[in-house]
T-cell receptor
């Protein structure tokens, strides 16, 4: 199956700093990437959808100035948590889909555990 | 809009016993249905999917699920579970096109030796 690589797997940062999370499709062109957030023992909540060549579409309640998403190329999307605060601590997961992949299938990265002190 | 309900938040089961994890969905349009498994501190792995055709779909690790349109259900089953099946299981739905998945709240399967 298709491989999605997400880095870093775990990051600890001080409050007020910014953190960048990368999501790469290794063997396919990701025309669409999705960013999810997962709180402990809860489900995945969609944060934003990023289509190739377009600005990301954010879900209601997600601050676009705080969670900056860049779909820089067909194989890379980044999520930057700006001025992170302890309440931003969470598990962030990206997923990707592409034209050459099986239809309607999203492939997920391994996730990033963000801890803000 | 679509929604997914996983009726059981936790399911404990003894090793080698059968298990069923329940999932119901609501949607005003045709949907595609998925089951994902998540091991601790990891991303999601696709177990199986229903896109069209046979309503009984088989996935990895011996799991299968049956799509029941009249009951709007997509329950996941395994005839004999192993300790290694202990994980969080998510049911998800999406409609046609490149729309995002909508997830249920998850079911924690705990297999007891």
């Amino acid at each position: 199956g298709a491989v999605v690589s997400q880095h870093p797997s775990r990051v600890i940062c001080k409050s007020g700093t910014s953190v960048k999370i990368e999501c790469r499709s290794l063997d396919f062109q990701a025309t669409t990437m999705f960013w999810y957030r997962q709180f402990p023992k809860q489900s995945l909540m969609l944060m934003a959808t990023s289509n190739e060549g377009s600005k990301a579409t954010y879900e209601q309640g997600v601050e676009k100035d705080k969670f900056l998403i860049n779909h820089a190329s067909l194989t890379l999307s980044t999520l930057t948590v700006t001025s992170a605060h302890p309440e931003d601590s969470s598990f962030y997961i990206c997923s990707a889909s592409g034209r050459t992949l099986a239809k309607n299938i999203q492939y997920f990265g391994a996730g990033t555990r963000l801890s803000v002190l | 809009a679509q929604s997914v309900t996983q009726l059981d938040s936790q399911v404990p089961v003894f090793e080698e016993a059968p298990v069923e994890l329940r999932c119901n969905y609501s949607s005003s349009v045709s949907v595609y249905l998925f089951w994902y498994v998540q091991y601790p501190n990891q991303g999601l792995q696709l177990l199986l999917k229903y896109l069209s055709g046979s309503t009984l779909v088989k996935g990895i690790n011996g799991f299968e699920a049956e799509f029941n349109k009249s009951q709007t259900s997509f329950h996941l089953r395994k005839p004999s579970v192993h300790i290694s099946d202990t994980a969080e299981y998510f049911c998800a739905v999406r409609n046609s096109g490149n729309t995002p998945l909508v997830f249920g709240k998850g079911t924690r399967l705990s297999v007891i030796a």
